[in-house]
């Protein structure tokens, strides 16, 4: 039950024990503890697989754990063991979440944990929906955005750099969560959810009609570089090589650009010579490379400066491409109030984002990640009710750390 | 409140207007009726600007409009009329909830509307937090992910083809609608969320460490085409031409490799030459290319199909690069669950994806996209008691339609 009405902490009270590794469950995990949800992660002696994962400080403190794990409590303890797992198990009983990408485990199964809980809400992401692994990188190759993605002229495939399906899982993940707490104050009943990674990617582009137009007109869809899909909208480049990235939706963005760019006589002789209109937004796809001529003149004889100023005047959609390092150090990081400053031990002072939806105007912000085992003690003598002695005596067996 | 106790319609009985176009708020939307809840989509007479977005039939109906529309009801309504101003807030009144991403219309503003319904639950997506405009495109542009994206030999930035911010954005709008509900039930109040598409691009990116890495080391990701960053994972092309993506996260997966390549003993004397110890990943990573050298001369003696044989017998995570076209042709879609037939009006008959999550194993499966404005009567008749005499008046003065 919700125990405090504070509205930027909308979870508070809510427990969720986290059996994790990678990408999509530690941000399920963290987007639920930005959302005031008591998390704990619970991890093996040492560390799970992505606990040295690259970007990693000099000193070989993984930046990639910490950025994924903020605000959580961390419980270290040999899950191989009998009495590892009795531990874990209670500890999932008596929080009554469990959100895991540990998929198969007879020991932290929905069936056997609901012995113990019956209530449960067991929340499992897997690689694939018949048991297979996969991960973002492996899964993506297997969709098709990989052979229209990068410059049309190229044959090869191009992976994508965001691991974007891990994270579309991740949040399907917390709004599972949070649905099934939601049906459970209602009717008293837990749910099993799983949540097969491929089976994201493959809804997603289903949903946005690449698997569709396939189906219905029996083409798919063509590697088209920069250009976007169905729309104007195109790159650029300024006499002082900087790129930047013009999206025109509708008649009003597309007229304002050829203005800008004092075309619009050339664009109105070019429309005569094809016989297009180009208030339809379908023609100005076709004839995409025809009007970039026209409009690339106008970028080639003007700097970034002159550009941007010129953009910023009209109501064309528009950006200047840019490095993380340049993101990192200007004003959309250093001067917006989505990032706050974060102590985080073995990486130092940085500028951590919250929960990019805003409560009341508020973006909840995140706590630093914790040390790997710096709350078993604490949790197991909180929830479990273990004594000092309990502690002392698991801990010279090496069953907690 | 839950009105059923269905486990896989755990929102029914909540009623959602959404006023909308493009991606983020139609998949948000689509998603709440995909977890049983009623989604009103709300539109212009004659459609938003979406409503015609490529792809489309021969015909010219947008496939694209019936992919992120599915399951909900449509309301057509003249909004920039009062009395079209009027219903539809008298309709979100009676819902309790928005959605939307036409931000800044002051009929539809939180304060506006919360003296109608005090408890109301609004969600407000906007380009980016200062109130400027963005779309996914221009965003992802501003965040650094196209600069790092392709062949390590380009210099000009690639974008991504999956709209991934949209995506995300969607998914949080979704997250923060039951968060919200579950707040109200518990205490009486609504909620004002905004979320910002920039922002969730910021916090992304941030999370996955790509600035931070650029705040503490000082350094920031540079383009390696297909590999993966930090671990072993690269593409390679068979004998006859066809792309793999494989992916070594573990020693195992590692040592599973090089003995199906038959370079276990190549790779131990590459480790004894670099003095490198390839049971660290990051180890692995940096010495990736004098690794692809051995293991590529494998790929390229098989055939796919020997090659799919061989990996399937390893621990190795990997897939074969497909098209959309073949993916919408196999079985990852034809023998998939997650798929059903749907008769779309307009569009045709076609396998459409439901809901990736899975409650107690059925993934909720979705409803065919409506026509524009085919809720329009009954809508206004169910919830605002308006008679046949008041529909034909608001029809006959294009109020709605």
Chains 1, 2 share one sequence.
Not at 30 to 40: D, F, H, K, N, R
Not at 70 to 93: N, W
Not at 102 to 119: I, M
Not at 195 to 202: D, G, M, S, T
Request: one cysteine or more; charged letters at 20%; hydrophobic letters at 45%.
């Amino acid at each position: 039950m919700v125990q405090t009405p504070n509205p930027t902490r909308p979870l508070a009270g809510v427990r969720i024990v986290e059996i994790s590794s990678f990408v999509a469950v530690p941000l399920a995990g963290m987007t639920l503890a930005q959302l005031g949800a008591e998390v704990i992660r619970v991890d093996p002696i040492g560390g799970a697989a992505d606990y040295h994962r690259w970007p990693v400080t000099d000193d070989g403190d993984s930046i990639y754990w910490a950025g994924l794990n903020k605000g959580k409590r961390s419980v270290a303890t040999d899950m191989r063991s009998a009495e590892g797992q009795d531990l874990v198990q209670r500890l999932i009983a008596s929080s009554g979440v469990l959100v895991t990408n540990v998929a198969g485990r007879e020991w932290h199964s929905y069936d056997t944990l609901t012995r113990l809980r019956p209530d449960l809400i067991h929340v499992e992401v897997s690689g694939r929906a018949d048991g297979g692994t996969g991960v973002d990188y492996t899964v993506n190759a297997g969709i098709g955005f990989p052979m229209v993605t990068g410059p049309a002229e190229l044959a090869a495939p191009v992976n994508h750099v965001l691991p974007a399906w891990d994270v579309a899982c991740g949040i399907y993940t917390a709004l599972a969560v949070v649905t099934a707490l939601r049906h459970r104050d209602a009717t008293g009943r837990g749910q099993r959810i799983s949540i097969p990674l491929e089976n994201v990617a493959l809804a997603t582009a289903g949903n946005l009609s690449f698997f569709t137009e396939a189906m219905v007109n029996g083409n798919a869809r063509e590697r088209i570089g920069n250009s976007v899909y169905g729309q104007y909208g195109q790159d650029f480049t300024s006499s002082n090589g900087v790129s930047f990235m013009i999206v025109a939706l509708t008649w009003r963005h597309f007229r304002d650009l050829a203005e800008l760019t004092a075309t619009t006589k050339a664009v109105a002789a070019l429309a005569d010579t094809l016989g297009a209109d180009f208030t339809d937004e379908g023609e100005r796809f076709r004839h995409r490379e025809a009007l970039s001529g026209l409009f690339g003149e106008w970028f080639a004889a003007h700097t970034a400066d002159e550009i941007a100023a010129g953009l910023s005047a009209t109501s064309v959609l528009w950006e200047r491409y840019r490095t993380f390092a340049e993101v990192a150090d200007g004003p959309k990081v250093t001067a917006n109030p989505l990032f706050s400053r974060l102590q985080q031990p073995g990486v130092g002072e940085y500028l951590a984002p919250a929960l990019p939806a805003a409560f009341d105007g508020v973006h909840p912000a995140s706590a630093a990640a914790p040390a790997l085992g710096a709350d078993t003690a604490d949790v197991l003598a909180e929830y479990l009710g273990c004594t000092a002695a309990d502690i002392a005596r698991l801990t010279s067996a090496n069953t907690i750390a």
